[in-house]
C-alpha cells in the first residue's frame, strides 16, 4: 500500500514512525510547508518524494492513501480534495474547527465510499482500550471520568519548541479527545456546558476552559483544560467506576492506587499512533469502516459546535 504523508511536523513524525513498523506499506510522497525541511525528514525517513503541494503529492502512481498531519484549519479542504482524487483519506484531530466543515467531508466520505477516518488517538492507546474491553464485558460501569489537560504554550511552539504557522485552540482540538473518548466509553452525550478562562491578547483563544458532560448512561465527565500549566505536560484520565478505578497517561494505565497494569496483551503494539494506522490500514485492505470514522466521530463535532455556541453568547 502506498501512502502520502502530508505535515511533516512533530505528529507527522510519530505517523512515520509508527508505519515503518506495518508490514507491506510504503510512504512514497511527504508534504510539508517548506521544503528544505521537508527533504530533511524525507531523508530521514527514505521517502523518495518531497513536495509542498497535496496536488502533486496525490499524483504520485499507484498512491492508495494519504495521512493529514496539517494544520486544524487545512483538514476538511484537504480531507476533501483526497477523496475527490479517489484517495482514502486519514486525518489527524480534530476533523474540522467547524460543524459545518466536519459535516462536509462526511458528505464527500459518503458520496464516494472511501474510508476516512479521523485520528481520535484516545480509541487506541492500549489504557484505554483496556477500560473499553471491561465496559464492553460488563465488568464495569462507568460512572465518571475526570480528565485534566494540561500544557504550557503561552508562545505559538509546537511541540519540538519550534514556531507554529497555525494556532492550536483547547475546545476543537484538546477537547475534542476526551469529548469523543467519553461518548466512546460511556455512551451518547445528553447535556454538555463549558466556560473558559481570558483570551490570549495576541493569540486570539481562551488558554483556559473547563467542560462538563453527562451521558444518557448517567455517568459524567469532568474536563479541565490548560495553556498556561507550568508544570506536568499531557492529559491525564482518571475513570471511575463501579468495579474500579483506573489512571490514563496515554498509552500507560495504572490502578486509582498507582498499582501498573499491565497492558501487553491489549493490542500487538504498545504505540497508539501505530495501533491508529493499523486500523486505518486495515480497514482499506478488508473494505470496511474503521473505528474512528468521520461518521463514527460526528457526534463529538456536534457536541463542541453547541458548547462554542455556549461560549460565545456569555462573551
Not at 499524483?59 to 496539517?70: F, H, K, R, S, Y
Not at 492500549?126 to 485534566?148: A, T
Not at 475534542?176 to 454538555?192: E, N, R, S
Not at 490502578?255 to 486495515?282: H, R
Request: glycine share 8%.
Amino acid at each position: 500500500m502506498k501512502i502520502a504523508l502530508a505535515g511533516a511536523g512533530a505528529f507527522g513524525e510519530k505517523h512515520l514512525d509508527g508505519l515503518k513498523n506495518i508490514d507491506g506499506v510504503e510512504v512514497v510522497s511527504l508534504v510539508g510547508r517548506r521544503i528544505e525541511p521537508t527533504r530533511a525528514v524525507a531523508d530521514k525517513y527514505g521517502i523518495g518524494h518531497a513536495t509542498t503541494d497535496l496536488a502533486e503529492a496525490l499524483e504520485q502512481p499507484g498512491l492508495d492513501a494519504v495521512i493529514l498531519c496539517t494544520p486544524t484549519q487545512m483538514h476538511a479542504a484537504q480531507a476533501i480534495q483526497c477523496m475527490d482524487a479517489g484517495k482514502h483519506v486519514q486525518v489527524e484531530i480534530p476533523l474540522a474547527d467547524s460543524l459545518a466543515d466536519a459535516e462536509a467531508v462526511l458528505a464527500k466520505q459518503q458520496e464516494t465510499g472511501l474510508v476516512a477516518m479521523v485520528g481520535h488517538t484516545r480509541r487506541f492507546n492500549p489504557s484505554h482500550q483496556f477500560v473499553h474491553d471491561k465496559i464492553v464485558r460488563g465488568e464495569l460501569n462507568l460512572q465518571q471520568m475526570d480528565v485534566q489537560t494540561y500544557f504550557f504554550r503561552r508562545q505559538n511552539m509546537n511541540a519540538k519548541g519550534e514556531p507554529r504557522s497555525w494556532t492550536d485552540h483547547l475546545l476543537w482540538h484538546h477537547a475534542a479527545h476526551t469529548v469523543d473518548l467519553f461518548a466512546y466509553q460511556a455512551g451518547p452525550i445528553v447535556q454538555a456546558n463549558a466556560i473558559e478562562g481570558p483570551h490570549h491578547p495576541e493569540l486570539g483563544i481562551a488558554m483556559d476552559m473547563s467542560i462538563q458532560l453527562k451521558a444518557q448512561s448517567g455517568a459524567i465527565c469532568t474536563l479541565s483544560l490548560s495553556f498556561n500549566n507550568d508544570g506536568p505536560l499531557g492529559t491525564f484520565f482518571r475513570y471511575i467506576g463501579d468495579t474500579g478505578t483506573y489512571i490514563a497517561r496515554y498509552d500507560d494505565l495504572v490502578t486509582g492506587k498507582e498499582a501498573p497494569i499491565d497492558l501487553s496483551g491489549v493490542a500487538v503494539s504498545s504505540n497508539g499512533i501505530e495501533l491508529q494506522d493499523c486500523e486505518f490500514i486495515a480497514a482499506i485492505r478488508e473494505g470496511r469502516e474503521p473505528n474512528s470514522s468521520v461518521a463514527q466521530v460526528l457526534p463529538c463535532y456536534r457536541v463542541l459546535d453547541a458548547l462554542e455556541k455556549q461560549l460565545e453568547a456569555t462573551r
